[in-house]
Every structure is written in C-alpha cells, then in structure tokens.
C-alpha cells in the first residue's frame, strides 16, 4: 500500500482539476488528432500519427499518475491549523538573519512543491525547520550550503494569502 500524502486543499483540487481536464478535454483533442492523422493515408510513414499515439501514452499514463496520487491523497483540515504556530497549509514570513532578507514561504505537502511560487515542502530543510515554531522563534536550517537562521516574523494560514 503507497504512503499517505498530505495535500492541502488547493493543492488536492488541483489534481483534480487535472485529472478532470486530463479525462474529458486532453482526451478527445488527442482522439481528433489520431483521426486527423488517420485520415492522411499510410500510417507507417505518418510522422502525425505517431505524434498523436505517444501524446495519447503520455495523457494516459499521467491519469493513472494523478489517480494513484488522489487515492492516496489526505487533505489537510485548514480549520484546525493552529495559526500561531508553523504547520502544513501555513504561510510564513522569516528574515534571513544573516542577509537581512525577508522571504515568505508556504509550506505545502511533498507533490505540491513550486520553489518559484515561495512553497516548499514540509519535508525540505526549511520546512522541517519552520515545523511547529512560532512568530519571534529562530530556528537553525541545514543545508548543503551550510548552516542559517531563520526568525520567523508572522504566521497565518495560506488560504487567507490573496
């Protein structure tokens, strides 16, 4: 049996959405495609035709990749995330003390990860850190790079992060 993952429920909205998408609109563009390509005659030479077959693999292969994600998905119950303190579905603001730089963080589950979006996971080396501390804590992140602090400054829920 596949590990539980933890989604917030942005994050597990999105899969569904994916999966939705994936089912109904991927699936007939990819089927118009094949009978376009179809249409063209020899199918041994028919460079079109192959492209639509391995678009086909692929979407099929990523739907039973989001089907296995979801069944295994836990949604993170956002009443009862403690905002005083850093936890899954938080958002945080540190200041890196050393480079005197803010930064805001939200700390979303391992399939959820977008470093360019500010969410990191709550199993990276910053988000175990961040786990459970509040605002005015520093905490110590280790890193390959070496060793940083981190104060944290505030802490709410992502959900409110508009």
């Not at 007939?28 to 028919?46: H, M, P, Q, V, Y």
């Not at 200041?95 to 990860?113: A, F, P, Q």
């Amino acid at each position: 049996m596949a590990e539980k993952q933890l989604y917030t429920p942005e994050g597990y909205k999105e899969l569904t959405d994916e999966l939705d998408h994936r089912k109904s609109v991927k699936r007939e563009e990819i089927k118009e495609a094949i009978a376009t390509a179809r249409s063209f005659g020899d199918l041994s030479e028919n460079s079109e035709y192959d492209e639509a077959r391995n678009q086909q693999a692929e979407n099929e292969a990523r739907i039973k990749e989001l089907e296995a994600l979801i069944e295994n998905a836990e949604i993170v119950d956002e009443s009862k995330i403690d905002t005083k303190a850093v936890s899954l579905g938080s958002t945080v603001v540190v200041l890196d003390v050393e480079e005197d730089e803010e930064i805001k963080y939200s700390i979303v589950g391992s399939n959820e990860v977008n470093p360019l979006e500010g969410k990191i996971s709550d199993r990276s080396p910053v988000g175990s850190a961040l786990m459970g501390a509040k605002a005015g804590n520093t905490v110590s992140v280790t890193t390959p790079a070496g060793v940083y602090q981190l104060k944290i400054i505030d802490v709410y829920r992502s959900k409110n992060d508009n």
